[in-house]
């Protein structure tokens, strides 16, 4: 389905199974929905919604964006659909969505599961986008390595100009005020072989968060729910389903 943000058209997907809880994925800025295939196949037992973001995709990027504007996005589609029992996945830039919605919007999130997450201050991410490609996928077998070649974020140089303002205005706030006021059960993963955000970054964003617990996996990069995606499907799952904390 569409939603209309800004004159633009935003495809969601949404699989509504009539469950009782809700799973939302954030992805990365840049990436597709169809990079969490894996999580969308495994956990059946819930409502499923993702989106592609302006400009990737299904979705259209008609106007130069904020970070806000991303969370009004997500704000208008749990409203518009009336999600409720929300728990959230989100990757990279999704993090900054989810603190901001959590902890500004005050949107109601049994859990939240955190990847290798944007929003600290970090001096050197224009740089590093420049050469993401996913050289740190290359260890990925043959079907992984054509999802993310076909999905996978774009070069920051070669983005339209209104789309590299968008992105400048995205990674110039510092987000550790959000992160501080989450205060839900946090799961955190995250891949110490990361060069995009830093296990430093993690490091900081899971003292921020006071109910969180972070992982690390020593051989995975930034997309490490993709390089481990069966791994990383039992350890969501097993966190989510846990009600004993």
């Not at 050289?135 to 996978?152: A, C, Q, R, S, T």
């Not at 006071?210 to 039992?234: A, C, G, Q, V």
Request: hydrophobic share 35%; glycine share 4%; net charge positive.
């Amino acid at each position: 389905m569409y939603i209309i943000y800004k004159d633009s058209k935003i495809f969601i997907d949404k699989i509504n199974r009539n469950k009782n809880k809700s799973l939302i994925i954030l992805p990365g800025w840049g990436d597709n929905r169809e990079t969490f295939k894996y999580i969308k196949d495994y956990f059946k037992e819930y409502n499923y919604y993702s989106l592609d973001y302006p400009g990737f995709g299904k979705s259209e990027f008609k106007k130069e964006l904020n970070i806000y504007d991303y969370v009004n996005i997500i704000k208008k589609i749990i409203i518009k659909e009336n999600i409720k029992n929300i728990n959230i996945i989100a990757h990279s830039f999704g993090g900054r969505i989810a603190s901001i919605l959590i902890s500004k919007e005050k949107i109601k999130v049994d859990k939240l599961v955190l990847i290798d997450v944007a929003g600290i201050k970090n001096k050197n991410i224009l740089l590093k986008l420049k050469i993401l490609k996913y050289k740190i996928l290359k260890k990925l077998v043959k079907d992984k390595n054509k999802l993310i070649n076909k999905y996978g974020s774009s070069d920051y140089n070669n983005l339209p100009n209104y789309m590299k303002k968008t992105f400048t205005n995205i990674v110039k706030e510092d987000l550790s005020k959000y992160y501080k006021k989450i205060n839900i059960e946090t799961l955190i993963l995250w891949g110490l072989k990361d060069n995009i955000t830093s296990i430093k970054e993690g490091n900081k964003i899971h003292k921020y968060i006071k109910k969180s617990s972070l992982i690390t996996f020593n051989d995975l990069n930034h997309f490490s729910y993709l390089e481990r995606p069966y791994l990383f499907n039992i350890i969501i799952s097993k966190y989510l389903e846990d009600n004993t904390k």
